[in-house]
């Protein structure tokens, strides 16, 4: 049985799980939900995801919901197709690390920032300056970790590209489309490893995706 994605291609934690997809080159059905209709809020996708929230995901009788969960699951029982995504023993206790670092340090900051800047201008709400301003010189600390990180590995888990950046992707590249890419320019290893990421085949396939919609 095919594996089913229900979202929606502008959604960042969509994005995320067809990255991941993509990844290891899997077959899978990508069911689109239309959630300017509310169509996430309704009961045939409350039964997958009950807060009302894209992805959902089904494999079988598995039914999965959160995206890192998700990325996660493929990367574990799909060890051993495309991109490995995770490893064994010590290093993958680096890579968890920095998975977390991604979910509750960078993107606790880069989410406000994606909204102030990229969502609010598509759907005609004004910017709130103090906000971005504030958001801006927290991320700017963030990532100087990230410099420092990076300057003892190429990749955040170590030198194998993996969930750990992987679950970047999305806001990374919608912040790079904005003033923000100041912050990641001015830094070398960062500005690098932005650049790596966002040029990978399977990344490229999320984006045409969102480009045909």
């Known amino acids: 049985m095919v594996m089913k994605v229900y979202g929606a291609v502008f959604s960042t934690p969509a994005q995320r799980v067809l990255a991941a ?14 959630m300017h209709g509310g169509e996430h809020k309704q ?12 992805p959902a995901f089904e494999n079988g009788d598995l039914k999965l919901f959160e995206s890192r969960a998700i990325t996660q699951y493929i990367a ?8 490995p995504l995770v490893c064994e023993g010590k290093p993958m ?24 800047l990229v969502i609010k201008s598509i759907i005609g709400i004004a910017m ?12 700017a600390k963030v990532l100087d970790i990230y410099e420092a990180r990076l300057s003892q590995s190429k990749y955040l888990g170590g030198d194998c590209f993996t969930l750990a950046d992987l679950h970047h992707l999305p806001t990374l590249t919608n912040l790079m489309g904005t003033p ?19 040029a990978r085949p399977a990344w490229a396939k999320v984006l045409a995706m969102k480009n045909q919609q």
């Not at 997809?21 to 239309?34: A, T």
């Not at 900051?109 to 994606?114: D, G, P």
């Not at 300056?129 to 991320?139: D, G, I, R, S």
Request: cysteine-free; proline content about 3%.
């Open 180 to 198: 923000v890419k100041k912050l990641f320019d001015a830094r070398p290893k960062v500005s690098a490893w932005a650049a790596d990421v966002m």
């Open 21 to 34: 997809l993509y990844e290891k080159d899997l077959e899978f059905e990508f069911v689109p939900v239309d």
């Open 128 to 139: 709130d300056a103090a906000v971005v301003e504030e958001n801006e010189a927290k991320l």
């Open 76 to 83: 574990h029982a799909y060890k051993d197709k495309g991109t």
């Open 93 to 116: 206790a680096t890579v968890s690390v920095w998975m977390e670092v991604e979910a509750h340090q960078f993107d606790a900051v880069s989410s406000k920032l994606q909204w102030e």
């Open 43 to 54: 009961a045939h996708i409350l039964a997958l995801n009950p807060f009302g929230q894209v």
